[in-house]
C-alpha cells in the first residue's frame, strides 16, 4: 500500500519507514507540516501517518484542511500527548485512529493495516450547490441568492434529482420512477407541469436560467457556459 508519515522526529520516522518497508509497503516522508498539507492534496495515498506537533503546521491543522476538502484518507495520529482529552480532540479533528508515543512498531503496523481495509469513509453530502442554488437535503431547504424558495416535496425532491444529475439529461421516465415510484409511463403531462411550477419558482426573476428542456427527452441542470 501507499503510505505517507509526516514526522519530524528522525528517529521515530526512521524507525517506522524502514519497518513499514520491510512489511512490504511503499512509503513517502515528510518533516514538515506545510510540506504534508501539500502533499496530501496533490497525492492520493491508501494511509496517512500524521505526528500531531510538527513545524509550521500542526497536525491537527493538516487533519481539519483535509476534512474540510472532503479527502477522507484515513489517518493514524500520532502523538506524545495520550490523555484521554488529547485522544478526543484529535478523533474530533477527523483523525480515525489514535497512536500514543512511545508505541511498538508491531501496534502500529497492525492498525495501519486495518485502517487500509477500512478504506476513506464515504461521506454522504448534506448540500447540494449549482452557483447561487443552494439545496440543503437535511432541512429541506432551497436558497437562491440570498433568497428563500418554498418548494412543495414533490418539486424538492424533483429539483435534487436534476441537482444530483447536473449535467445529464434527465429523461420523463426517469423523474417517474425516482420522483413519482412509477416504473411506466402512464401517459400524462404530470412531470411538464411539475417542472414548469418548479421554473417559476427557481429561475423566474433571476439573471441565469438553470433548469432547461432537452426537447423529445426531459430535462437537465446546468450551470451557464
Do not use: C
Not at 506537533?53 to 477522507?72: C, F, Q, S, Y
Not at 445529464?168 to 416504473?183: A, F, I, P
Not at 423566474?204 to 446546468?222: P, S
Amino acid at each position: 500500500m501507499q503510505i505517507l508519515l509526516v514526522e519530524d522526529d528522525n528517529r521515530v520516522a526512521d524507525h517506522v519507514v524502514k519497518g513499514l518497508r520491510e512489511a512490504g509497503h511503499m512509503i513517502e516522508r515528510v518533516a514538515d507540516g506545510k510540506k504534508a498539507l501539500y502533499m496530501t492534496a496533490a497525492e492520493s495515498y491508501d494511509v496517512i501517518i500524521l505526528d500531531r506537533m510538527l513545524p509550521n503546521v500542526d497536525g491537527l491543522t493538516i487533519l481539519k484542511t483535509m476534512r474540510a476538502a472532503e479527502d477522507n484518507t484515513p489517518v493514524l495520529l500520532l502523538s506524545a500527548l495520550g490523555e484521554v482529552d488529547d485522544r478526543v480532540k484529535g478523533l474530533r479533528a477527523g483523525a480515525d485512529d489514535y497512536l500514543a508515543k512511545p508505541f511498538s512498531f508491531s501496534e502500529l503496523l497492525a492498525r495501519v493495516e486495518v485502517l487500509a481495509r477500512r478504506g476513506p469513509v464515504t461521506v454522504e453530502k448534506t448540500t447540494l450547490t449549482v452557483m447561487d442554488l443552494s439545496i440543503d437535503l437535511l432541512a429541506h431547504e432551497v436558497v437562491r441568492d440570498g433568497k428563500r424558495i418554498d418548494l412543495t416535496t414533490r418539486e424538492f425532491r424533483i429539483l435534487e434529482y436534476l441537482a444530483r444529475n447536473m449535467g445529464r439529461v434527465v429523461t420523463r421516465s426517469m423523474l417517474l420512477e425516482k420522483v413519482w415510484d412509477y416504473h411506466f409511463d402512464p401517459q400524462t403531462n404530470i412531470i411538464d407541469q411539475h417542472v414548469s411550477r418548479l421554473r417559476q419558482k427557481v429561475d423566474k426573476g433571476f439573471a441565469e436560467q438553470l433548469i432547461h428542456t432537452v426537447r423529445g427527452t426531459g430535462y437537465m441542470i446546468r450551470p451557464p457556459v
